[in-house]
């Protein structure tokens, strides 16, 4: 992807509930996103499932990949997959520190939750060696 790194940002939400059973669910999805145009390269919902023994386990939810051939968007999703409930940690401390701190007139509700912040650099999230992959060429398109 052609992209600069400074167009590239990210927006995270927050949403819980519990499931037919009665556990406890806690959902961070994380947006990659074109900051010019606001189109989403990548999404991913991370996910703490606690039962009622207080026990906690973690998945990766729903994954969208925009260009499946890019390889920024592989890179991402390669990072993330693996560790999960350390990426689930790392994000939630966001959300913490933001219901700690943040709830103000700005704050909204949208399709994946409690917005925890919007349009920030997603050098934050991404490591630099997922971000050095937007230099990378696209891959030719065969027929």
Do not use: C
Not at 6 to 11: G, I, P, R, S
Not at 14 to 21: F, I
């Amino acid at each position: 992807m052609n992209l600069p790194k400074e167009l590239v940002q990210a927006d995270l939400y927050y949403a819980s509930g519990k499931n037919e059973t009665g556990d406890k669910i806690a959902e961070i999805t994380l947006q990659i996103v074109n900051g010019e145009n606001r189109t989403e390269i990548f999404a991913t919902t991370f996910r703490r499932i606690t039962d009622k023994s207080r026990k906690q386990t973690f998945e990766l939810g729903a994954v969208r990949i925009e260009q499946g051939a890019d390889e920024f968007s592989m890179a991402i999703y390669d990072h993330f997959r693996t560790g999960v409930d350390s990426h689930f940690k790392n994000l939630m401390a966001e959300v913490t520190d933001f219901l700690e701190t943040g709830l103000d007139t700005s704050t909204w509700i949208g399709a994946y939750g409690l917005r925890i912040y919007s349009g920030v650099s997603a050098e934050g999230v991404l490591p630099v060696v997922v971000m050095d992959k937007l230099e990378a060429p696209l891959p030719l398109a065969t027929e």
